[in-house]
């Protein structure tokens, strides 16, 4: 079984700030984990994955995340928001080889000027 | 031209009509996948295939039926449409064997039922 939980529906930030957006995540194997990002009108995107190599995955656009297993979770973030960067995030988790990921519910970031 | 490919981008029906959303890859995957979007409930998953010959359903396939044509289209249709499947609906395809579960989208079908 494995689940995905994205604190936050919701998140506001100044362009320069940092960004940070909550994942946890469970799963009976080993996981496979995933931000996507969806930018108005458009279908979702890969922005970074992480499948058991170095914790510390970098991504597109400036983005990175850390896989912390004993805390289960897989936070986004970023040093800069820049306006560019509103749009919807989803966290996913699959189990290795299953093929199947579980998304979570999203979370919207604001960039305010 | 885009890798994954939805038709039609936007379709408005009514209460009992039957209705095919269509979708077609050019990236050699195997595996396709059917979702639904809804505000606040993230993606849920209809259906999925992992090959011409295997069809599964997700955890909302009620409803819903699926037909894979080839390994390259897939397509979602809703027998007798209701209002509650109003929503944004999206096709993703799979990576090739021993990938590492990374989906890629299609743009979508905005549904509007009346």
């Known amino acids: 079984a494995q689940s995905v939980t994205q604190l936050g529906s919701h998140v506001s930030v100044s362009e320069g700030a940092l960004v940070l957006l909550r994942c946890n995540y469970s799963?009976?194997?080993?996981?496979?984990l995933f931000w996507y990002v969806q930018y108005p009108n458009q279908g979702l995107q890969l922005l970074l994955k992480?499948?058991?190599?170095?914790?510390l995955v970098k991504g597109i656009n400036g983005f990175e995340a850390e896989f912390k297993k004993s805390e289960t979770s897989f936070h986004l973030t970023k040093p800069s928001a820049h306006m560019s960067d509103a749009a919807e995030y989803f966290c996913?988790?699959?189990?290795?080889?299953?093929?199947?990921?579980?998304f979570g519910r999203g979370t919207s970031l604001i960039v305010h000027p | 031209d885009a890798d994954v490919t939805q038709t039609p981008r936007n379709r408005i029906t009514k209460t009992g009509k039957r209705i095919m959303l269509e979708c077609s890859q050019t990236?050699?995957?195997?595996?396709m996948y059917w979702y639904r979007q809804d505000p606040g409930l993230g993606l849920r998953l209809i259906y999925y295939?992992?090959?011409?010959?295997?069809?599964n359903k997700g955890e909302i396939s009620d409803g819903y039926s699926v037909s894979r044509q080839a390994q390259a289209k897939f397509s979602l249709s809703l027998e007798s449409a209701i209002p509650n499947q109003t929503a944004l609906y999206f096709c993703?395809?799979?990576?090739?064997?021993?990938?590492?579960?990374?989906?890629?989208f299609g743009p979508g079908t905005r549904l509007t039922v009346l």
């Open positions: 996913a988790v699959s189990g290795g080889g299953s093929y199947i990921p579980t």
């Open positions: 799963s009976s194997v080993p996981p496979y």
């Open positions: 992480y499948t058991s190599a170095a914790t």
């Open positions: 990236k050699g995957h195997d595996r």
């Open positions: 295939s992992f090959d011409v010959k295997d069809i």
């Open positions: 993703a395809t799979g990576g090739l064997a021993g990938s590492t579960d990374t989906q890629y």
